[in-house]
């Protein structure tokens, strides 16, 4: 039997470590990658509660102002506070499950904020809220949503 070249097992284990060295590359880019797209959501969900959060100040309805493009409406200051709190936690609730389905919040704490959708989508007073903003949730967030039993109906 004839012995192995050295040179041939030395260049075989380099290669070797090279090829995996470029995999560990690919898996860092790729995480690097979602976490800056994470922090992208992220970074929008705050752009929408400083975008909300001067309506709340001047006791401004979010939702009759943008959506439905009418300033007038019979909500106490207090119904208009609760009003603008539910858009601002659909904005949070969308970013938490969009960090969740990218692997970057922990189950435990998921269902922390699963708990939370259920008793904001329970609000049956504040249903149209989310309603008007369905169309603009990923399809995966409103079948979360969706899965959820329906005690606002009649």
Same mark, same amino acid.
């Given at each position: ?6 040179? *041939?097992?030395?260049? #075989?284990?380099?290669? $070797? ?23 992208? &959501? ?38 208009? *506070? ?9 904005? #949070? ?8 389905? &990218?692997? $970057? ?6 269902? *922390? ?18 309603? #008007? ?15 959820l039993p329906d005690n606002c109906l009649e």
């Amino acid at each position: 039997m004839k012995k192995p070249d050295i040179n *041939a097992i030395v260049q #075989l284990l380099g290669m $070797l470590g090279i090829i995996l060295s470029l995999i560990f590359v690919g898996l860092e880019m790729r995480q690097s990658q979602r976490i800056a797209i994470a922090d992208q &959501q992220q970074g929008r969900a705050a752009i929408a509660n400083d975008f909300i959060t001067p309506f709340l100040e001047n006791g401004l309805d979010f939702t009759t102002v943008f959506f439905n493009e009418n300033p007038n409406h019979e909500f106490s200051q207090q119904d208009i *506070a609760h009003r603008n709190i539910v858009q601002i936690h659909w904005f #949070l609730f969308e970013n938490d499950f969009y960090q969740y389905s &990218q692997g $970057l919040m922990d189950e435990p704490t998921w269902q *922390a904020k699963l708990n939370g959708i259920k008793t904001i989508f329970d609000l049956c007073d504040v249903r149209e809220i989310y309603k #008007l903003r369905e169309p603009t949730f990923s399809n995966e967030f409103k079948l979360v949503v969706q899965s959820l039993p329906d005690n606002c109906l009649e």
